[in-house]
């Protein structure tokens, strides 16, 4: 949906994004006026009614009645009284509001004849109520205008402004005024009149000042942000971002915009460093940007994004004028395949212990197969279905079939890849230390942290370090060794970077459940490439495993952003490995030379490989630490042939087809469902925003519209096993098909934005077009059921879906390349984090029958 224009410039919101917020600023005015506004008036009546000569005696017969219009009238004063005295409801009155018959409030009120405080507050009221009522009708025609029109459907939207602009304006000042008013008259009177009305009457007093403030504070934001804009070009271009769009859009300022975007990431870093006090790193960051390396750290992202949002809009021409909200659109076609895919997969019903919502997938050993679906734009993997046809959805969205192993319990290969992964996955997890593991118990951490060290220190007995002990140290440059010292002393010298209470270590060894003892060696120290990683002696698997933290840090997340590929031929001859044309990740190959060097440097790997030769080296990471194994494990496997590697989470764009490839045999990788890291390329992402605005042009329908659709689909049908062919017809009545699309202003925009998009990708060279992948062979957990009792749907309310809560997971073997779409959904970021990995190949490892204790 194109942008809409308040005050002749441009705004980030679309005429069909206004529904929503129209609605929840009419909620808000309709319990103001007919909630708040008559039970403050019905108290404040009263009050004036009350004379201030009254005493505390709460009889009608000693009050006076200058209240009533005649009684300036002596002679009809009595009149008035008696008619007082009969009048059924002020006798209740004085039962009912005993509050105003207080001394205190005789006392406040005597000597006020003309009772100007209740008086005032009438008025305020009174403005309140035609306040609201003018409210109400305005929002309510927001909400019908901003019904109308599509990206397909060019509307003239001078009502749906007028209306907007009316409330921007005289409805802005009317409610700027009664707050003045109100908070002038308040402040002078609430002490004198405060014990005249009951503590309730006060709390909706103070709401309603507060819903008007806030209601105050948003429009007087959006007017700031108005008034902040330069105003749109008489050729109809935006002014808002206007100097964006005169520096980046165009080719001759595209180093203007590649620094823009440099000076932008790297304010940003600063900024969240210094604001968290460097809880979360940033240190370096700070003293790099002084130090002026902004291009080293922040160039590769900074192209990367001036090509993503190139031509969005040129200097004199009109660009395509999209808004932030028409991304959900894309929703609907993974959604629609993935529907598609368990219909097709279900096959037996439910898995034993499984509610009737999940889908199984069991089978005998590797003859069961899932039928997925891929769209059309990727290349055909060896696996795909000689004879299938390609399915063409009712939004027409090509997709090709492919088959994919279900992992079954009963063949040994797939059992002992899921229970390895099990086993493994805590120590991934454990190497996060405190930040994730107060994450996982915010209210109980530091109790189980102490209780846990306590234990220790309880078993803590002086004794003579052990001989692998000294070997191991006595190679260790930055260490003592101690051939007397206690062994509960010993555990404190195994540990760089801790603090001086020893947190790091009490998390890792309480996330991994790890025994001080097995502990050999870790490293907290974090910063550009340096890594925090950790030596762990797994006994009952007879395994060294060395696990790599993913990324916690800015740093790290610098480091995520050097996305120019690196060449690994060089690397490749060197360790004897085959990388003859072969590219990865740059950040990736920076941190794993800093940690193979820190290895080599201490000679701990080398030593506890000596030291237990039937032991087996296992290489696990996380995310950025995943990829950082991965190269590791191609550098140390021509000395340590019998080495695995487990990735958790890697990231899509690592490495190239070949590598990917060829260290199937020793590397294993898993993926938890929707997560977007192993997903995440430059590929991908232009894919993903390509999609989007094509299926805009598409719509039919206004964003509210589709959004009514889709909740009443949940409401209908489970989100993976619902009623398809009602799916295809929604579909279809949202957007045009392929060959229906009407001609429109948005239509032009973007075939303008493809063509400037294909030139500004070719003008990068050959390393632009290399294509990246996950590496390994990859266990996908895919969603594929889910509870349905109370407390999990409560869980995925509150969370708006992102939580994981009841649903239940199926391994499937995937492809490499089968990650080449970026899935849209309420867990694709909460589906990365490692303590959800850990627990679901957890679950799917009890469900094989494994034993994960």
């Not at 940007?289 to 001036?306: C, I, K, N, P, W």
């Not at 679906?373 to 299938?388: C, K």
């Not at 190679?475 to 947190?503: F, K, L, V, Y």
């Not at 790599?548 to 001859?573: F, N, Y």
Request: negative net charge; charged residues 20%; contains cysteine.
């Amino acid at each position: 949906m194109p942008a809409l224009y308040l005050f002749n410039r441009r705004t980030l919101l679309a005429g069909d994004d206004l529904q929503l917020p129209s609605l929840s600023f009419g909620v808000v005015l309709g319990v103001q006026l007919f909630v708040f506004v008559p039970y403050l008036l019905y108290y404040t009546i009263e009050l004036r009614l009350i004379d201030g000569d009254e005493t505390n005696s709460g009889s009608g017969a000693n009050l006076s009645y200058s209240w009533l219009p005649w009684s300036e009238s002596a002679g009809l004063e009595s009149a008035g009284r008696a008619l007082y005295e009969l009048d059924d409801y002020f006798e209740a009155l004085d039962d009912l509001l005993p509050s105003m018959r207080t001394e205190a409030c005789s006392t406040a009120t005597d000597n006020f004849r003309h009772f100007l405080y209740p008086n005032m507050v009438l008025w305020n009221l009174a403005m309140v109520a035609i306040y609201c009522s003018l409210s109400l009708v305005n929002e309510k025609r927001i909400f019908q205008l901003s019904s109308l029109g599509t990206p397909t459907l060019t509307l003239h939207r001078v009502p749906l402004r007028a209306t907007i602009e009316f409330k921007l304006t005289y409805l802005f000042g009317f409610n700027s005024v009664m707050l003045i008013y109100a908070f002038s008259y308040l402040t002078q009177f609430i002490g004198k009149y405060g014990a005249c009305f009951p503590t309730a009457w006060w709390v909706v007093w103070f709401l309603l000042l507060t819903t008007q403030s806030v209601q105050f504070l948003l429009v007087l934001t959006t007017v700031i942000s108005l008034c902040r804009a330069k105003p749109a070009q008489t050729d109809g271009t935006s002014g808002f971002y206007q100097r964006h769009i005169d520096s980046h859009n165009t080719h001759s300022n595209a180093e203007e915009a590649e620094e823009m975007w440099m000076n932008r990431c790297q304010g940003l870093c600063k900024t969240i460093a210094l604001s968290t006090c460097f809880l979360f790193g940033g240190r370096d960051i700070v003293s790099h940007s002084a130090e002026g390396q902004a291009e080293t750290f922040y160039g590769d992202v900074a192209r990367a994004l001036s090509d993503y949002f190139a031509d969005f809009g040129t200097h004199n021409k009109r660009g395509l004028d999209v808004v932030p909200s028409d991304v959900h659109m894309q929703a609907q076609r993974k959604m629609l395949a993935r529907r598609e895919a368990m219909r097709q997969r279900s096959e037996h019903g439910s898995r034993p212990g499984n509610t009737s919502n999940a889908v199984s997938l069991e089978g005998d050993g590797q003859t069961n197969s899932a039928l997925m679906f891929r769209s059309d734009n990727s290349p055909p993997s060896t696996t795909d279905l000689e004879d299938s046809v390609p399915t063409r959805s009712n939004s027409d969205e090509v997709y090709r079939p492919f088959s994919r192993t279900v992992l079954s319990p009963t063949n040994n290969e797939d059992f002992s890849r899921i229970e390895e992964g099990a086993r493994f996955a805590r120590y991934q997890l454990a190497i996060y230390t405190w930040v994730l593991y107060y994450y996982k118990y915010p209210v109980s951490g530091t109790v189980r942290l102490i209780g846990r060290a306590m234990k220790e220190k309880s078993k803590c007995k002086p004794g003579v370090a052990s001989d692998s002990s000294r070997q191991l140290y006595e190679h260790t440059p930055d260490m003592e060794s101690n051939e007397t010292g206690a062994n509960c002393e010993m555990s404190h010298r195994r540990i760089i970077g801790d603090n001086c209470i020893g947190i790091h270590e009490s998390t890792l060894l309480a996330h991994g459940k790890i025994a001080p003892d097995d502990l050999a060696y870790a490293s907290f120290g974090a910063g550009f490439y340096e890594t925090p990683y950790c030596i762990i002696i797994d006994r009952k698997w007879k395994s060294i495993v060395l696990a790599i933290r993913g990324s916690l840090t800015l740093e790290d997340c610098v480091v995520d952003v050097l996305l120019e590929p690196s060449p690994l031929d060089a690397l490749g001859e060197r360790y004897g490995f085959d990388g003859d044309g072969q590219y990865c990740h740059g950040g990736v190959v920076e941190c794993t030379m800093w940690l193979y060097e820190d290895l080599k440097n201490h000679r701990i790997l080398e030593t506890l490989m000596g030291e237990f030769p039937s032991y087996t080296l296992r290489v696990v990471g996380h995310s950025l630490g995943a990829g950082i194994g991965f190269i590791l494990s191609l550098m140390l496997r021509s000395t340590i042939p019998s080495l695995r590697c487990l990735c958790y989470s890697p990231p899509g764009g690592l490495v190239t087809w070949d590598l990917a490839k060829e260290c199937s045999g020793f590397v294993n990788s898993f993926v938890l469902d929707s997560d977007i890291v192993p997903r995440l390329s430059l590929d991908n992402m232009e894919r993903l925003r390509d999609e989007v605005l094509h299926l805009i042009s598409r719509v039919k329908l206004s964003k509210f519209e589709i959004a009514q659709q889709i909740m009443k689909r949940e409401a209908l049908d489970d989100m993976d096993t619902g009623d398809l062919d009602y799916i295809l017809q929604q579909n279809e009545d949202m957007l045009y098909r392929e060959d229906e699309i009407p001609e429109s202003q948005f239509l032009q925009d973007l075939r303008q934005f493809e063509t400037a998009q294909q030139e500004r990708r070719a003008s990068r060279g050959l390393k632009r077009s290399v294509a990246l992948y996950p590496p390994g062979r990859i266990t996908h957990l895919v969603k594929t059921g889910q509870r349905a009792d109370c407390l999990h749907g409560t869980i995925g309310c509150i969370t708006c879906g992102a939580s994981n809560a009841g649903y239940e997971y199926t391994p499937i073997y995937k492809e490499n390349d089968d990650f080449n779409e970026i899935e849209i959904s309420a867990t694709l970021w909460t589906d990365h984090f490692p303590n959800r990995v850990a627990s679901e190949l957890e679950n799917v490892a009890r469900e094989f029958g494994i034993d994960t204790s």
